[in-house]
């Protein structure tokens, strides 16, 4: 009778684990899928008379971190990893780098982003900010002809399902 009670209670934890793995799989799916994934990069570089695209790939700005007047998404990519929501934007421009930097940090100090970390190096500025429960990575770099900004989002899904 031991033995019997004892292979029920195993097979019934393994029926409720099972359960638990096959719900959180659909609840994954289900939120990818309001979740896309678009991604298209552009050159570092333009080769002489080319030109920047003038249409943005599909995706949405970053709410709290605009993009930079004049500049064009070129990738654009969401996942969901773990409980969080990551969210990857990159723009381009022609032009100079002081005038981009200039315009986030004026962006951070007015949508309320506390600036946790900063990082130069070789040019490259790296700023970690954080807003409540919100994390993002803002890289701004020159690369000869162009100006990349690079914005790393990583935000819990609840609070991501109410921004949406």
Known sequence: MKRNTIIAVVLALLLF???????RIF?????????????????????????????DVTGA????LPR?????RVEYQRLIVGDFLETEVEYVLPGELDSVHEFYRQVFADEGWVVADIGIYQGEWTFFVVS????ARVELEARQSLIEIEIELSEPLEEADAGT
Do not use: C, H, N
Not at 61 to 64: K, M, P, R, T
Not at 68 to 72: D, M
């Open 132 to 135: 409540g429960e919100r994390e």
């Open 17 to 23: 684990a099972a359960g638990f793995a096959v719900g």
């Open 68 to 72: 930079y007047p004049g500049s064009v």
């Open 61 to 64: 700005d970053i709410e709290g």
């Open 27 to 55: 609840t994954t799916r289900e939120l990818a899928v309001r979740a896309p994934v678009t991604q298209a990069v552009v050159p570092s570089t333009l080769p002489e008379g080319a030109k920047l695209p003038t249409i």
